[in-house]
C-alpha cells in the first residue's frame, strides 16, 4: 500500500517547454487535488477532482490543465511553462469529500524549477 | 485561501516556551477543522483536528480550541520543543458550502534550545 506517489520528485524547465506531473493513489480515493506551495503563500489548489472522469477549477488554475481518465490517477499538465510556474507541487486525495474529516493523504511533492 | 486567515506568519519561541497560532475563517457552516505539520522539505502532516460540536481537543502537547461565534480556531503547542520547529497550515473547507479544503498561509514557528 504505497498511498499517494507523484512522480517526478524534481525538474527544471525551460521557459516554453511542456510537462506532466502524475499523481497515483492506491486507496479507491474518489477525491483528488492538486495544491501549489510558494514561500509565504499557503497551499493553493490548482485543480480538483470529485471522481473518474471530472475535474474542477480551483484557486489558481490559470495555465495547468489535468485529467483524470482512471480513478487512481490525477495529470497535471503544464503546456508551456513559465518562471511564475516553479514551485512546489504537492497531490493530496481523499475517500470521498468533507463530511466528518477530509483524512487527506498528500503525496511527497514535485519540486518544479521553471528558468 | 482568503477565507481562511492564519497569525502570526513567522513565531519565535525559547524551548519550553507556549506557542499559539491562530486561523480565522469565513464560512459559519464549517464544521472540521484540521491542522498540519510540515517540516523542511517535507510533506504536510495531519497532527491534530477538532470538530464543532467540542470547544477543545488535546493530545500531549498540543491542543486545539475553537470559537464557533467569533470564527476561529488556534493551536496551542506547551512545552515546546527544538522538534516543534517547523511550518504549521490550518485549514477550513472553501466558503460557499463546499467540501474542498483551503489552507492558511502557514506559521512558521522555531523553537530556539
Known amino acids: 500500500n504505497a498511498g499517494v506517489t507523484q512522480t517526478p520528485k524534481f525538474r527544471v524547465l525551460k521557459t516554453g517547454q511542456s510537462m506532466t506531473l502524475l499523481c497515483a493513489q492506491d486507496m479507491n480515493h474518489e477525491y483528488m487535488y492538486w495544491y501549489r506551495q510558494d514561500p509565504g503563500m499557503g497551499l493553493r489548489l490548482i485543480h480538483y477532482?470529485?471522481?473518474?472522469?471530472?475535474?474542477a477549477k480551483g484557486e489558481v488554475p490559470d495555465g495547468y490543465n489535468v485529467s483524470r481518465l482512471k480513478k487512481q490517477n490525477f495529470l497535471l499538465g503544464l503546456e508551456s511553462a513559465a518562471p511564475s510556474q516553479t514551485s512546489v507541487y504537492f497531490c493530496?486525495?481523499?475517500?470521498?469529500?468533507?463530511?466528518?474529516?477530509?483524512?487527506?493523504?498528500f503525496g511527497n511533492g514535485t519540486r518544479l524549477t521553471v528558468t | 485561501g482568503e477565507n481562511v486567515e492564519q497569525h502570526p506568519s513567522t513565531l519565535s519561541v525559547q524551548e519550553g516556551d507556549s506557542a499559539v497560532i491562530k486561523c480565522t475563517y469565513s464560512?459559519?457552516?464549517?464544521?472540521?477543522f484540521p491542522w498540519y505539520k510540515q517540516e523542511l522539505g517535507k510533506r504536510p502532516q495531519l497532527i491534530i483536528d477538532?470538530?464543532?460540536?467540542?470547544g477543545e481537543k488535546k493530545d500531549q502537547r498540543i491542543a486545539v480550541t475553537l470559537n464557533k461565534t467569533a470564527k476561529h480556531f488556534s493551536l496551542h503547542i506547551t512545552e515546546t520543543q527544538p522538534e516543534d520547529s517547523a511550518v504549521y497550515f490550518c485549514?477550513?473547507?472553501?466558503?460557499?458550502?463546499?467540501?474542498?479544503?483551503?489552507f492558511g498561509r502557514g506559521t512558521s514557528l522555531i523553537v530556539h534550545p
Open positions: 477532482s470529485v471522481g473518474e472522469g471530472t475535474t
Open positions: 464560512d459559519s457552516a464549517s464544521n472540521y
Open positions: 477538532i470538530r464543532s460540536n467540542v
Open positions: 493530496t486525495s481523499s475517500l470521498t469529500g468533507w463530511t466528518v474529516s477530509w483524512d487527506l493523504h
Open positions: 485549514a477550513a473547507p472553501e466558503a460557499g458550502g463546499s467540501y474542498i479544503p483551503t
